[in-house]
DNA sequence: TGTAATCGTTCGCATAGCTAATTAGCATTG
DNA sequence: CAATGCTAATTAGCTATGCGAACGATTACA
């Protein structure tokens, strides 16, 4: 019998492998977009135009944060802004052709890293994992809603 | 049948969930320990008294980034620092009685987000994730091997 | 019309990571 | 035993990602 026999989630494990997990995802990044822009990208895209103060709510994140993000993204070309015709205060930003483009792009190279090392673990525990991004997903949106699957 | 019918890992979604649960457990944060100290601090805990460039590989970060982090540490008294008496290049860095307190401490704070979110899901849900998070770690471990099970 | 609230921004701060270059100590070898 | 070269740690400077506080502009409302 394995090492794990327990009922409960190992909640100090569960949290230590996330947070070592992210940190090899950024340190791979290489190329393309941070995992903060390709987020945003992603979450942009797939919720069509957004204003600025929904993109932070939607990603979780503070306003000034947001500011900072989609300033770089439209710095690059990847998103663009338009002025609410009826309202001043807010704007909404839009995905440009140019962004979809390297969104996609980018996807698969960061998906590579993760892919090559799913490559090296048994059926057992790809199936495993599979079945936990569900629950993971609904772990994040236990008090909110956001999810892009960019 | 659920959405997840297929037998592949949604690579995107994995890599997506991980990044917003990192940022999430960060932003929660709030007292006690960041993560990057947390980590660093458990592994120290557990791997004993180690070189800088052990932390280093273990930790699977920079040289100049273990030499910030244990700096921060010990100014905050959680570790000290003993040169090798063999090798004057060398520093080793063990966990204080002050240091093991608060890591306790800590890890307990940190936790409490993790487990609230996990008290609302289902029993299947629990399960999936309690037999995702020895994979989880594979994944981390298949180039390497660090884990330190704060 | 004047006061609220809202939206986005600017500013200053902290964490977390990197690379490149440097300093110090050790080892090796001619 | 001195030059050479390797290894350990640090310093310096950069980028990214996040926060809160304070602010200007705009809208909504009493």
Redesign the pocket.
Known sequence: MGPSTKRRVDVARLRLVIVRLA?RQ??QAGTGL????QSALAMIDVRGPL????L?TVE?????????????LEEMGLVS?TADP???????VAVTTEGRRQLVESRERRDEWLRDRLGELSSDDLAALDAAVEPLERLLAVTDEPRADA
């Open positions: 940190r950024r340190q941070t995992p903060s822009l204003t600025l103060g929904a932070a979780q994140v503070s306003p000034p944060t947001t500011t900072r993000i989609v300033a770089k802004r009826t309202d001043g205060r807010v704007t909404r």
